[in-house]
């Protein structure tokens, strides 16, 4: 027997719903240990959106999650979808990672929203809930320039974001996150998964859509001295999602200006300079003794000179045998000196 029941209550961590049946409309079973249900549903997804090429974490809050191994979350329709595996964080949260390779069928093209789904149990009971929770996927906008380009540290001012002609931004839709109280009744936060800005080491701010190519962001409060910065230059990234952001589609050059100096960069210059004078030191060292290890090797082995000294200021090749044959350099030196410098032994 399959009973189907819409809008089913979500119950509380440790409270469950008894199903009994009844053939008559009156005569219910009489309910036992088996009998007993905890439906599982979502309240809300954070965040609701993410680019195509996936590994957003995505958080699920609702209620009914059990760990028990089989947590799956679908992403798209029954003719064209994709399913993950899901952890469960507690009995109202639970995460899972957006698919990295989704094929979207024609004629659609992004941003393109898909419903969302989760399942615990075995697929020939058809687990998968229904709800009106949908995901959408986008292509990361290339961003290519800001107006303006530079800002004194100490003074926030609005900034707008550029994106280049094909590349489209979007006015993302908050998320009604739902917590609940200790008794079990839902409160509800909204504004969260909006557009974010990212400016380097300074930090991150909120974002506003304008239209398809321009976003506004306002540039962050700095908590540095402004004496500490001279001219620093950072890549302005933008998160349509709010978490998810791309160093490499964005061109996008922006200066925070302090009242410092460029002598504040004298220490990691000399720094450099000595780092490598010693570099440069340790090569010479290393390269002298190698050298001299080599030199005493080769003594040690009994090396011999190639030459010898055969008197008279003149030196020959060793090992040579017709050194001083008939018509030799050396025959001709002792014929004129009238000196005999070699005797051979006979």
């Not at 469950?16 to 007993?36: C, F, I, K, R």
């Not at 008794?183 to 998964?193: Q, V």
């Not at 210059?269 to 090797?297: K, Q, R």
Request: one cysteine or more; a negative charge; charged letters at 20%.
């Amino acid at each position: 027997m399959k009973c189907v029941v819409e809008d089913m209550e979500l119950t509380n961590e440790g409270e469950y719903l008894g199903a009994q049946v009844a053939m008559n409309n009156y005569s219910w079973t009489d309910m036992n240990e088996n009998t007993y249900f905890m439906p599982y549903g979502v309240d809300s997804i954070y965040p609701s959106s993410g680019p195509l090429l996936g590994l957003t974490d995505v958080i699920v809050s609702g209620k009914g999650f059990v760990d028990e191994g089989n947590a799956r979350c679908k992403f798209g329709i029954n003719s064209n979808y994709a399913i993950v595996q899901g952890q469960v964080l507690s009995f109202d949260k639970m995460v899972c990672k957006t698919p990295n390779e989704f094929t979207l069928l024609e004629p659609e093209s992004f941003p393109v929203d898909i419903p969302f789904s989760i399942a615990f149990g075995d697929d020939v009971y058809d687990p998968w809930t229904n709800t009106h929770h949908k995901f959408r996927f986008y292509e990361q906008p290339r961003i290519i320039s800001s107006d303006p380009i530079e800002v004194e540290v100490g003074i926030i001012t609005e900034v707008l974001v550029f994106a280049e002609e094909g590349s489209t931004f979007f006015d993302p839709v908050p998320v009604n996150h739902v917590t609940y109280d200790e008794e079990g009744s839902p409160h509800s936060i909204t504004g969260l998964g909006g557009i974010m800005c990212k400016w380097g080491r300074f930090g991150e701010t909120s974002g506003v859509y304008i239209n398809e190519t321009c976003v506004k962001c306002v540039t962050p409060a700095v908590e540095d001295d402004p004496d500490s910065i001279y001219r620093e230059t950072v890549t302005i990234l933008v998160a349509l999602n709010g978490q998810d952001y791309d160093e490499d589609s964005s061109d996008a050059l922006f200066t925070f200006i302090g009242t410092g100096t460029y002598l504040v960069f004298w220490p990691f210059i000399i720094g450099a300079l000595l780092v490598g004078l010693l570099i440069l030191a340790l090569v010479v060292c290393c390269s002298m003794l190698f050298n001299s290890i080599s030199m005493s090797e080769g003594m040690r082995g009994g090396s011999k000179p190639h030459t010898e000294n055969i008197g008279g200021g003149l030196s020959v090749p060793k090992g040579r045998s017709d050194w001083n044959k008939a018509g030799s350099s050396v025959d001709v030196v002792e014929k004129a000196s009238g000196q005999n410098f070699y005797l051979r032994n006979v």
